[in-house]
């Protein structure tokens, strides 16, 4: 932490001619800015470690117990009354202790669904009584149908609420969805994404990508991946998607900077 405050303290626009020294109001409000930044991120950083690695290890390891003995389950949510009426492959009950563990990491699984509407609780409080520049971001960023609050909160808190770009490559950069050419004397090629950046970010903009195709298929940059990449292979669509997520977040970047909704957007009413 102390080093990520060093560097944002760091990253404050000097005059590069005059070199003039900050006010200590000013440095207050850009450590009290990126305390608040740093807070609302770890509630996004909770929510998604308790849901993908927590909660998901106990599900998946209900459903593993359950398949090993031959027993469908359809819904996860109806694993209670499921276990009173399951039967093995060959028609007997459950086994005693069988259906112990199964309770004991269902209980388990209730307690991070407790945790995780608490958070969310927590982030929708935020979102309605807190005036914050980053937290504008989200609201603005939400509006974009096919990007949801929680990428909107991720959007912004990971990567755009605390981090001035000046053009489009350093956006690029920073998630680590730009390319890197080899060239050695007469050879050259590309080796694909650096991956150097932000992993959440790079994850979620490929995933919002995809819902871009669906919920904007009028949208500009959907056309031009539908006229580039819709005929290809699944290979070719999959390269396709990671230009589509670059230019979408560039896109994002200039709509949370000027306001300007990107060509052919549809906005939620």
Known sequence: MLATLVIVLLSVKLDAQRRRKHSRSQILGIVASFLLSLSVCVV??????????SRARHTNRIKGLLAAQGVPLARIAELPGHLEHARLWDGTPLPPLLRTRLTREWDTVADYTTRIRALKAER?????????????QVRQLN????????????????????????NRRQVGGLAGLTDTHYQSGDQQHEQGISKAGNRWVRA??????????????ESALAKWYQQKFGAGTGRTRKIGIVALARKLLIAFWRYLET?????GAVLRA
């Not at 996004?44 to 690695?53: G, T």
């Not at 929708?124 to 504008?136: C, E, F, Q, S, V």
């Not at 979620?204 to 298929?217: G, H, S, V």
């Open 44 to 53: 996004f950083r909770e929510i998604a470690i308790l849901i993908d690695i």
């Open 124 to 136: 929708r409080a935020l979102l309605r009584a807190t005036d914050d520049a980053a937290i504008a």
């Open 143 to 166: 509006q974009l149908c096919g990007v949801g609050i929680d990428s909107a909160w991720l959007y912004v808190m990971e990567f755009f609420g605390w981090r001035e770009f000046r």
């Open 204 to 217: 979620l903009a490929i995933n919002t990508a995809w819902a871009w195709l669906r919920y904007q298929p």
């Open 259 to 263: 306001g300007v909704v990107p060509e």
